[in-house]
């Protein structure tokens, strides 16, 4: 189940359950829109993966086992622990490759 990390890992913006601006790489690394699209050009800087929409988990727990109450968001704040200099490299070297590729 995903972690839903509570902000961005570049900027820092607050990216609550609900945002629909909260991207995420298949290791769960967090992103804004925002930074995902213009900073990193769609390439996680720690895997190298692509980043996607974050999905939305039910506030209401429609199955008994289920939702955000049963699941509550992580509040465990992360920062990106690569330069500026260092994501853009990784970025341009692979923003052109498709993610299958990658």
Do not use: F, Q
């Not at 890992?9 to 945002?19: A, F, H, M, R, V």
């Not at 298949?26 to 990193?40: F, I, K, N, P, R």
């Not at 992580?74 to 498709?98: F, G, I, Q």
């Amino acid at each position: 189940m995903l972690e839903l990390r509570p902000n961005c890992e570049i900027c820092d913006c607050d990216l609550p359950p609900e945002s629909t601006e909260a991207c995420i790489c298949t290791y769960e690394c967090t992103y804004c829109v925002t930074c995902a699209e213009s900073v990193l050009e769609n390439v996680c800087p720690n895997c190298g993966g692509n980043l996607v929409p974050r999905p939305i988990r039910p506030k209401t727990s429609w199955r008994p086992t289920t939702g955000l109450g049963k699941h509550p968001a992580s509040t465990t704040r992360r920062h990106n622990k690569w330069t500026p200099a260092e994501r853009r490299t990784l970025s341009d070297k692979l923003k052109d490759v498709p993610p299958t590729e990658r």
